[in-house]
T-cell receptor
Framework: GAVVSQHPSWVICKSGTSVKIECRSL??????MFWYRQFPKQSLMLMAT?????????EQGVEKDKFLINHASLTLSTLTVTSAHPEDSSFYIC???????????FGPGTRLTVT | QQQVKQSPQSLIVQKGGISIINCAYE??????FPWYQQFPGKGPALLIA?????SEKKEGRFTISFNKSAKQFSLHIMDSQPGDSATYFC???????????????FGKGTHLIIQP
């Protein structure tokens, strides 16, 4: 149980284009989904928190107009990186939590490379 | 300000030995402390977690020790195996007043190598 998927697993895009990453909870309803970013050999940094049907809450320093988050249903959240630049190249990982629980279950991650 | 400090940065343990990774936190509002295991190119996987109302939790070969007064917690991996070689992250979060969990604050990670 508690399986989270991400799509795509990796993507290469040209500078200036936009990329959408999907995060799905496969066997539970995720009331809250989180988006993290991880640079090579570094830790995970929380980017934003999204609750179903509400606007996402972004961490300090994360541009909300650049990283668009939509949590349209209890099983799907999307992250769109708009006007991507090489410095946005990173490993993007989502996690999902259900109900009042503490546990977060992570997806397999999406490797974004911007050329 | 790093709210969760993790050490050591890297660790080499002989097969069958005990691997010990330590973390310290600053925010006293934290009330949930998980440990995650991550293999290269994969998302982190929840290993074990503890709440502040207990001082120790054991699941199989993995044990968390928690010291609330010192604001420290540690992961012990007993009988370490080569398959345990991975990066381990401690993390912390707090329960929100309206219910549900806040985002996780991660330590910087420990690269663990188990030598056969």
């Amino acid at each position: 149980g508690a399986v989270v998927s991400q799509h795509p697993s990796w993507v290469i895009c040209k500078s200036g284009t936009s990329v959408k990453i999907e995060c799905r909870s496969l066997d539970f309803q995720a009331t809250t989904m989180f988006w993290y970013r991880q640079f090579p050999k570094q830790s995970l940094m929380l980017m934003a928190t999204s609750n179903e049907g509400s606007k996402a809450t972004y961490e300090q320093g994360v541009e909300k107009d650049k990283f668009l988050i939509n949590h349209a249903s209890l099983t799907l959240s999307t992250l769109t990186v708009t006007s991507a630049h090489p410095e946005d190249s990173s490993f993007y990982i989502c996690s999902a939590a259900h109900g009042a629980g503490y546990e977060q279950y992570f997806g397999p991650g999406t490797r974004l490379t911007v050329t | 300000q790093q709210q969760v400090k993790q050490s050591p940065q890297s660790l080499i343990v002989q097969k069958g030995g005990i691997s010990i990774i330590n973390c310290a936190y600053e925010n006293t509002a934290f009330d949930y402390f998980p440990w995650y295991q991550q293999f290269p190119g994969k998302g982190p996987a929840l290993l074990i977690a503890i709440r502040p109302d207990v001082s120790e939790k054991k699941e199989g070969r993995f044990t968390i020790s928690f010291n609330k007064s010192a604001k420290q917690f540690s992961l012990h991996i007993m009988d370490s195996q080569p398959g345990d070689s991975a990066t381990y992250f401690c993390a912390a979060s707090q329960h929100l007043q309206g219910g549900g969990a806040d985002g996780l604050t991660f330590g910087k990670g420990t690269h663990l190598i188990i030598q056969p």
